[in-house]
Nanobody, 124 residues
Framework: QVQLVESGGGLVQAGGSLRLSCAAS????????MGWFRQAPGKEREFVAALSRSGGSTYYADSVKGRFTISRDSAKNTVYLQMSSLKPEDTAVYYC?????????????????WGQGTQVTVSS
């Protein structure tokens, strides 16, 4: 049974930082591209960041580039999203996802597994 379990969300003031974690089980972690998406109230789910199987390649949405960093620890089967200089518009539920494909992708439909999400709220 595949499980992706996010943690680390919470309430933070604008300009602050948070680190999200996603623990994966039931998959061979090193063979999956890992991604983070988010969904704000009343909006569609959108791509945030993706990380290659090896961890050597990353891709970010323009809205978070330079502020967020995605990384993975294969020994812990965990992917992280370090978020800095947070803005109120970053408020959303953040979802971890896993894609068994070979290339980084921003397309929601290509990701095979999803976590339940963790809420991030940034106050102004």
């Amino acid at each position: 049974q595949v499980q992706l379990v996010e943690s680390g969300g919470g309430l933070v003031q604008a300009g602050g930082s948070l680190r999200l974690s996603c623990a994966a089980s039931g998959i061979t972690f090193s063979t999956y591209v890992m991604g983070w998406f988010r969904q704000a109230p009343g909006k569609e789910r959108e791509f945030v960041a993706a990380l290659s199987r090896s961890g050597g390649s990353t891709y970010y949405a323009d809205s978070v580039k330079g502020r967020f960093t995605i990384s993975r620890d294969s020994a812990k089967n965990t992917v992280y999203l370090q978020m800095s200089s947070l803005k109120p518009e970053d408020t959303a539920v953040y979802y971890c996802s896993a894609d068994r494909g070979l290339v980084l992708t921003t397309a929601i439909r290509t990701y095979d597994y999803w976590g339940q999400g963790t809420q991030v709220t940034v106050s102004s």
